[in-house]
């Protein structure tokens, strides 16, 4: 299991919007380290899941596996080897 480091720098700024059905997530990379961005997100009934991730130095994702009316949570957290930063702030997306 991955531990959190604070020496690799969590995302921030989180936002999203909803396009073309899916669910678009805007962050800000504050790591110079990172192997990728892991992409997190649960609904009411569910555990958090990793839905995707991105490659080192992006600042975004598609996340197209959501579901009409249905309202999810995400985080984002960058990714070096064994290594998980802290997680981004988190959101609440309702998808209509």
Known sequence: M???DESLAAPTELTAAIV???VH???RD???AEDEFMV???D???AWIA???SAANASSFHD???VRGTTYRYVVHAMRANTTSMPSNEILVAVP
């Open 51 to 53: 839905v995707g991730s």
């Open 44 to 46: 009411a009934a569910s």
């Open 64 to 66: 197209t596996s959501v």
């Open 20 to 22: 073309a059905g899916g």
């Open 25 to 27: 997530l805007t962050w």
């Open 40 to 42: 997190l997100r649960k």
């Open 30 to 32: 504050n790591s110079t």
């Open 2 to 4: 991955s531990h959190h």
